[in-house]
């Protein structure tokens, strides 16, 4: 593919695999998560992992995986409790 970048490839059916690795390194520095972290933004469940990790540039985040419908997200440890998106999470991890 010499695709320029952008383009979302269009999925049909149920979803392909599911993203097993969330991005970033783990890391163990303690049990402080991020704000916006305590349920679920999608479903508003409290079964969710969390696990603290920093991004490739450094930023400090809590990813979390929900339980219940399997919403993903990444919060940063002194954000304001807004998710980052998909997006800026890959740029902040170095990969294109
Ligand atoms: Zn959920």
């Not at 690795?21 to 998560?33: D, E, F, K, T, V």
């Amino acid at each position: 593919m010499a695709a320029a970048g952008g383009g979302t490839p269009r999925r049909k059916g149920r979803r392909a695999q599911p993203e097993a690795a969330p991005l970033g390194s783990l890391s163990q520095a303690g049990g402080q998560h991020a704000p916006g972290t305590g349920a679920c933004e999608v479903c508003a469940s409290p079964r969710l992992t969390r696990l603290h990790m920093t991004l490739a540039d450094g930023t400090a985040v809590t990813f979390v995986s929900c339980h219940e419908c399997e919403h993903r997200a990444w919060f940063p440890v002194d954000g304001d409790g807004t998710a980052l998106s998909r997006d800026e999470v890959v740029r902040r991890s170095g990969r294109a």
